[in-house]
């Protein structure tokens, strides 16, 4: 079974100053991983996605995040925030076998990340 | 704009009412999914079809009637709901569910309808 976590409901920072958001993760199997952002009364946006390669991806809005295989976690990282970043921010798993079955994605319970001017 | 419609964006609905929601995708997906999300909980899964069959089915209520007539549209019948059932209903397409050349299936998902049940 797979399963993703994210441990903070909330997470607050200033505008400018870098921010993280973490994600965890827990698979048999090569996950595919992915952000998604949603801002209030909207549906969400896919934000980027780790598949294979460079540890670092970078995404929209000049969102990043590191996938670290020993730690299994993928978080989510921006070097200096903005106020119109608040949103909530899902992380979601998908696991891709290798007899090329692709499986529904698993989300995360979102952390809500605050910006403050 | 993402290339998913749902319709109604607001539906506000009594606990006798039969109602529909709608959901079409203009991105050539194969795999279509109803979710739910209620304040304070996580987004929950209920229905997901590939390829117009329900592969899917979450133990929802059978309250909430899900078709597929086609790749391209997706619909949520409702009947006889509970006032809990007051959500944000989102509908989400992916491609390559299911098959061997699946890309990485990123979703993309609608602006979703605000459901209040009374």
């Known amino acids: 079974a797979q399963s993703v976590a994210q441990p903070e409901d909330q997470v607050n920072v200033a505008e400018g100053n870098p921010l993280t958001v973490k994600c965890t993760y827990s698979?048999?199997?090569?996950?595919?991983l992915f952000w998604y952002v949603q801002y209030p009364n909207r549906g969400l946006q896919f934000l980027l996605k780790y598949i294979t390669g460079d540890n670092l991806v970078k995404g929209s809005y000049g969102f990043e995040a590191e996938f670290n295989k020993s730690q299994t976690s993928f978080h989510l990282k921006k070097p200096s925030a903005l106020v119109s970043d608040s949103a909530l921010y899902f992380c979601?798993?998908?696991?891709?076998?290798?007899?090329?079955?692709?499986?529904?994605?698993?989300f995360g319970r979102g952390t809500s990340l605050i910006v403050h001017p | 704009e993402t290339g998913v419609t749902q319709t109604p964006r607001h539906l506000v609905m009594g606990m006798t009412n039969k109602k529909s929601l709608k959901c079409e995708q203009h991105l050539g997906h194969n795999a279509m999914y109803w979710y739910k999300q209620s304040a304070k909980k996580p987004l929950e899964l209920m229905f997901v079809?590939?390829?117009?069959?329900?592969?899917e089915n979450n133990s929802v209520p059978s309250r909430f009637s899900p078709e597929c007539p086609n790749s391209s549209h997706l619909f949520l019948h409702l009947h006889t709901l509970q006032p809990e059932d007051s959500a944000l209903y989102l509908c989400?397409?992916?491609?390559?569910?299911?098959?061997?050349?699946?890309?990485?299936?990123?979703?993309?998902f609608g602006e979703g309808s605000r459901l209040t049940v009374l």
């Open positions: 979601a798993v998908r696991v891709i076998h290798a007899s090329g079955g692709s499986y529904i994605p698993t």
């Open positions: 698979v048999s199997g090569n996950p595919y």
């Open positions: 079809y590939s390829l117009e069959e329900r592969v």
């Open positions: 989400a397409s992916s491609q390559g569910f299911g098959t061997v050349d699946s890309n990485t299936g990123e979703l993309f």
